[in-house]
Nanobody, 124 residues
Framework: QVQLAESGGGLVQAGGSLRLSCAAS????????MGWFRQAPEKEREFVAA????????IHGDSVKGRFTISRDNAKNTVYLQMNSLKPEDTAVYYC?????????????????WGQGTQVTVSS
């Protein structure tokens, strides 16, 4: 199996930046793509971004385009989410997701692996 572990969350003022990391361990050769979702209280889990493990092709959700950037370091089996120009509405628990095959990465139901989540809080 694949284990995912997020880090880098915290409290930041509006307009600030944070970088989240997600380290994969275990049978990492199974990874086809990795991504990020977020979930605010009483809201559905929302797609943030995803990246192909082999091609580095990326996709970002509409609400974060131009502000967030996903990247990866294959040598470290780690994916990053650079978050700039943060807004209070970005406050949520951010979850790292992993995929073992080509699939609909924007739908959380298609993820094969999940991290435990890391809290991001943006104050106004």
């Amino acid at each position: 199996q694949v284990q995912l572990a997020e880090s880098g969350g915290g409290l930041v003022q509006a307009g600030g930046s944070l970088r989240l990391s997600c380290a994969a361990s275990g049978r990492t050769f199974k990874i086809y793509a990795m991504g990020w979702f977020r979930q605010a209280p009483e809201k559905e889990r929302e797609f943030v971004a995803a990246i192909s493990w082999s091609t580095s092709n990326t996709i970002h959700g509409d609400s974060v385009k131009g502000r967030f950037t996903i990247s990866r370091d294959n040598a470290k089996n780690t994916v990053y989410l650079q978050m700039n120009s943060l807004k209070p509405e970005d406050t949520a628990v951010y979850y790292c997701s992993g995929y073992s095959r080509p699939t609909w990465v924007t739908d959380y139901a298609h993820a094969d692996y999940w991290g435990q989540g890391t809290q991001v809080t943006v104050s106004s």
